[in-house]
């Protein structure tokens, strides 16, 4: 009674994926800030106990091999960012499971823009967090949904979580990790054309938000606990960015009635 999982040789359907653009960034895994920080992923403790995994790899140089805890889940998370309230979106990726001490489940959920989460009491809440784990097997496999994002969403948080059988502690291996708007193609009306934050990752104290207009733009900036930290406007098309810390955050730009979200990593 698990969840249904795809086998990796279904070469058609991954071909089709491809073609599309993936959200998640960094979803192969190939860039890591260090062996135990893969690039662009939420930092400890909404990821915690990774390291980098050049053997059991689905494909690529590199994997993420998730250290379960004895007591507890660990986390793997990305927050995947510009969602669009009623499209479909396929939401996907690799593991491998072959540890009778360790089992997984995605457990993911919708915000909205100040990383508030939408809980929807619906179809939806049992594909994002399903009740049922995954089972040894020796092969890589798929786990894959299909999901319209509600309204107000405008982030995914994509995560899984890995749990410790009896009590020792286990390996889950994971890897390509994916979300792809399969709404028909199309250019979308509220898009700030030319729209541009850099640098990203921050290291400085001013955060450059740019775009085709010059108009002046409103800027909010949370953090992953939906706290405000910054409101402010452009000036010259720049922000004070000096109170952030290191960490994600996202940054909220608004442009002449149209909004976008970025991710940001401030170092």
Known sequence: MKKLYTLAFIALSAIAVNAQTNLVSNGDFEAWDNTTSPTGYSPAPFTASVSQETVEVHQGTYAAKHQTAATSSVKLQNEVENIVPGHRYTISYWFKDNDPNARARM???WLD???????????????L?????????AQWLQYT????????????RLETRSYAQAAGSGVIYYDDFSVVDITTAGVKSNEIAGLKVYPNPLTENVLHVTSNSNAVKSVAVYDVLGKQVINTTTVNGEVNASNLNAGVY?????EAGKT???KLVVR
């Open 107 to 109: 457990w993911s959920y």
């Open 113 to 127: 823009s100040t990383f508030t989460s939408i809980t929807e009491g619906n179809d939806n809440d049992a594909l």
């Open 250 to 254: 996202i940054v909220k730009i608004t």
């Open 260 to 262: 976008a979200t970025k």
């Open 145 to 156: 949904v299909t999901v319209t994002a509600p309204a107000n969403a405008s982030i995914l």
């Open 129 to 137: 967090r399903p009740a049922t784990y995954s089972e040894d097997n």
